[in-house]
């Protein structure tokens, strides 16, 4: 964007005269608005809203692995958990590649990100990381590590809830609704009485269907 020069100040009007001041030369009206956006910050608004919707699919899709994989552990029959594992490999990498691809046509809209957002943003990082830490922790000391994927399922959607206003990204509201019903959906099974075999493999799983679908929805809709 190319910098205002600075106006000229006007002459003041001498002391003892009557009537208004002139001044030799054309009168310069300053401008009554901001200076339109250049080609070149629409081009920059453009590149960055889709570096971040392509990181954002790159890591909705390496966690949807991680969550399967968590899934997969709790399976009860010996075959279901190396198929799972097998489908979830080749379904992060066709998220990944739709987010990656050359020719993809341009975001619908770009982002509007707030003032200081990536700094807002690697503070509700750093909280969710401390929150699992002390999940995990909390519920090994209290004899219960079959809290664990409810609770960090729970934690994990929460932190979603900033992350759609600081990324300017409301597919990730979706997400953070979803990911809270199946960490709150953990706890109710427990509370059931399943076996924590069965309550790791049914959030593990269906965290990793939220964070898929929520990759492919960023990837193809921008």
Known sequence: MTPTTPLPPEPAATPGTSGSSTASGPHISAPSG???????????????TRSLR?????VLSVFAVVWAFAGASGL???????????????????????AYRKGAAPSPRTVSLPRNW????????????????????????SGHPGFI?????????????????????????????????????GFALLAAGLSDESVRAAVGLASAAVLWASAYHVAIKG
């Not at 901001?34 to 960055?48: G, M, R």
Request: charged share 10%.
């Open 34 to 48: 901001p200076p339109a956006p250049s080609a070149t910050d629409d081009a920059e608004c453009l590149a960055l």
């Open 54 to 58: 392509r990181r954002g699919t790159l």
């Open 76 to 98: 009860a029959s010996s075959g279901a958990a190396p198929a799972v594992e097998i489908i979830a490999v080749p379904l992060t990498a066709v998220a990944v590649f739709l």
């Open 118 to 141: 990536a700094r807002a943003v690697g503070i509700v990082n750093g909280v969710e990381v401390v929150a699992i830490f002390a999940v995990i922790a909390a519920s090994n000391a």
């Open 149 to 185: 994927p409810a609770a960090i399922a729970l934690v994990v959607g929460l932190h979603f809830f900033p992350l759609a206003r600081f990324y300017d990204q409301w597919q990730y509201k979706g997400t953070a609704v979803l990911l809270s019903v199946v960490g709150v959906a």
